[in-house]
């Protein structure tokens, strides 16, 4: 069974910058959808950003479009999110997350996700 481990995650001042990797360990993930999700304190896990089986396609979420970028590199088996203007409401612990799905079904809701790391906690404060 694959697993997924994440890293990077920290505290930052508002307007920061932060950026996360995940690396599967256990099997590989290069042609399957990879996503990151994120869960604050007494609310459920939300969608984030999915990214195909080639990093051509990417899908974000309205909350997030246009300061974080997913990306991946099969060479290395990795996935990032680089994470920009950081604001006190991205404090959460952010998964990564992949699907038996193969390719560029990227799909947005928690239960169409097969695989999950332990998480990692961003903190978004000054």
């Known amino acids: 069974q694959g697993q997924l481990v994440e890293s990077g995650g920290g505290l930052v001042q508002p307007g920061g910058s932060l950026r996360l990797s995940c690396a599967p360990s256990?099997?590989?993930?290069?042609?399957?959808?990879l996503g990151w999700f994120r869960q604050a304190p007494g609310l459920e896990r939300q969608f984030v950003a999915a990214i195909g089986w080639n990093g051509a396609i990417t899908r974000y979420s309205d909350s997030v479009k246009g300061r974080f970028t997913i990306s991946r590199d099969n060479s290395k088996n990795t996935m990032t999110l680089q994470m920009h203007s950081l604001n006190p409401g991205d404090t959460a612990v952010y998964y990564c997350?992949?699907?038996?799905?193969?390719?560029?079904?990227?799909?947005?809701?928690?239960?169409?996700?097969?695989?999950w790391g332990q998480g990692t906690q961003v903190t978004v404060s000054s």
């Open positions: 256990g099997r590989s993930f290069t042609l399957n959808v």
């Open positions: 997350a992949a699907r038996r799905a193969r390719f560029n079904d990227l799909t947005t809701t928690v239960d169409t996700y097969d695989y």
